[in-house]
């Protein structure tokens, strides 16, 4: 399945025009929704970021970003666990004058900035967080994150697919029908529509959990079994 066979797919379930102008908004919407609720796999993202010494605030360099896994930090010798806490725990703990290899890391507010009035582009209006770590560090770093990111926004030309495309459309459509509901007028199918979504989100979560959990568990009951 692609973004655009969803939507058509919605447009033969609706069997009404009127809404296909906003059909990708709201299955953008719907999987949003589903992302913000649930960290499914697919979602998880590992990257490195370049720390150079005497850095100690830099911008947060996954797109996207939803919720962080873990981070450490590895040099030319040794790889250090860097453990998140707030922002007044670690300025007080190692105050800017202390040096060494990254322990901390905290999500601080950027630079405040001169907002144009009235805005003129979306990076106007919109804060940005950025990461500190502390000790300051003594030497170069490769730091490197793991976390959950949000899909991209569907949108037909960049991402005319992506996982729930193709591994879950049945789920991305029953959700963005249910979007609907404010434009449908009592449309008898949206309970119907809702279970189905229910059941099938609830299964995908069970086999997520499965999944995740899976190798040395399967293994003891498949010694079991022979």
């Known amino acids: 399945m692609t973004y655009k066979q969803i939507q058509a797919k919605m447009a033969e379930f609706l069997v009404r025009d009127d809404l296909q102008n906003i059909a990708g908004e709201l299955i953008n919407m719907a999987?949003?929704?589903?992302?913000?609720?649930?960290?499914?796999?697919?979602?998880?993202?590992?990257?490195n970021y370049a720390l150079l010494a005497g850095t100690d605030t830099f911008a947060n360099p996954i797109p996207n970003y939803k919720e962080l896994i873990g981070v450490y930090a590895v040099n030319s010798?040794?790889?250090y666990i860097i453990q998140r806490k707030?922002?007044?725990?670690v300025e007080k703990t190692y105050p800017v004058s202390m040096t060494g290899y990254p322990c901390y890391i905290a999500e601080v507010p950027a630079t405040e900035v001169l907002i144009t009035v009235p805005p003129t582009t979306y990076t106007d209006i919109v804060p940005n967080l950025h990461w500190m770590v502390r000790p300051?560090?003594?030497?170069?770093?490769?730091?490197?994150?793991?976390?959950?990111?949000?899909?991209?926004?569907?949108?037909?030309?960049?991402?005319?697919?992506?996982?729930?495309?193709?591994?879950?459309?049945?789920?991305?459509?029953?959700?963005?029908?249910?979007?609907?509901?404010?434009?449908?007028?009592?449309?008898?199918?949206?309970?119907?529509?809702?279970?189905?979504?229910n059941e099938a989100l609830l299964d995908l979560v069970k086999a997520e959990r499965i999944e995740q959990f899976s190798g040395s568990l399967q293994f003891l009951e498949?010694?079991?079994v022979y």
């Open 222 to 224: 498949a010694d079991n």
């Open 136 to 197: 300051i560090p003594d030497v170069d770093y490769t730091v490197t994150f793991v976390a959950y990111q949000y899909s991209p926004y569907l949108d037909g030309i960049d991402y005319k697919t992506n996982w729930w495309t193709v591994n879950a459309w049945d789920i991305l459509l029953y959700a963005s029908l249910i979007e609907t509901e404010p434009y449908a007028m009592d449309d008898k199918r949206i309970p119907l529509w809702k279970e189905y979504l």
């Open 31 to 47: 999987m949003r929704k589903m992302e913000r609720k649930f960290n499914f796999r697919h979602m998880k993202i590992k990257t």
């Open 77 to 79: 010798s040794n790889r």
């Open 86 to 89: 707030d922002s007044d725990f």
